[in-house]
């Protein structure tokens, strides 16, 4: 089945605390990207890539980091997180040939 | 980035009876995207209209483009429960940057 798949779904942890994320895409996409998505604000962009080794920042990059090794991997890293990324998060993927985007099921992160 | 701005932000309509949401942007656009998003899932794409185009058809959905008023419509036709979601448009000018606005809430009756 095609899909984008995140991990952890879930995540509660504490200021300062490094965590990363996942996003994994089993669809050869080229484009990658991450959201987040709060109350009142919809969904911004905070990193895309756009093939591997390829990475640009998008509207909210601070405090995030990213890296694409491999085309499938899409990993968000927060090296010291704050209460003020306390969001959900969803990566997303499509191919160079359609604007049409894959979204994961999403990461519901509380930082404390 | 371009950015879609949905209105009305939240709509409560009667199950069979028609839904209109509306989008506005602000900057010349390569082609203009819809998605619902279920609460708290993954946005899941709806129907893609290209700047050239004026009307789109995809079953129960209904999206028009007028690009010299930077506005575009969906219009879903005989909604259903299942049809409760929220509803985003993605304006494009085919660069990367893709921001989605905060939506339009649907609520279906029963």
């Known amino acids: 089945e095609a899909q984008v798949t995140q991990n952890p779904r879930y995540l509660i942890t504490v200021t300062g605390k490094k965590l990363t994320v996942t996003c994994s895409q089993n669809m050869n996409h080229e484009y990658m990207s991450w959201y987040r998505q709060d109350p009142g604000l919809g969904l911004r962009q905070i990193y895309y890539s756009m093939n591997v080794e390829v990475t640009d920042k998008g509207d909210v990059p601070e405090g995030y980091k990213v890296s694409r090794k491999e085309k499938r991997n899409f990993p968000l890293i927060l090296e010291s997180p704050s209460p003020n990324q306390t969001s959900l998060y969803f990566c997303a993927s499509r191919t160079g040939a359609s604007y049409e985007q894959y979204f994961g099921p999403g990461t519901r992160l509380t930082v404390t | ?110």
């Open chain 2, 1 to 110: 980035s371009q950015q879609g701005e949905e209105d009305p932000q939240a709509l409560s309509i009667q199950e069979g009876e028609n839904a209109t949401m509306n989008c506005s942007y602000k900057t010349s656009i390569n082609n203009l995207q819809w998605y619902r998003q279920n609460s708290g899932r993954g946005l899941v794409h709806l129907i893609l209209i290209r700047s050239n185009e004026r009307e789109k058809h995809s079953g129960r959905l209904r999206v028009t483009l007028d690009t010299s008023k930077k506005s575009s419509s969906l219009l879903i036709t005989a909604s259903r429960a299942a049809d409760t979601a929220s509803y985003f448009c993605a304006p494009s000018g085919g660069y990367q940057k893709v921001t989605f606005g905060i939506g339009t809430k649907l609520q279906v009756i029963p």
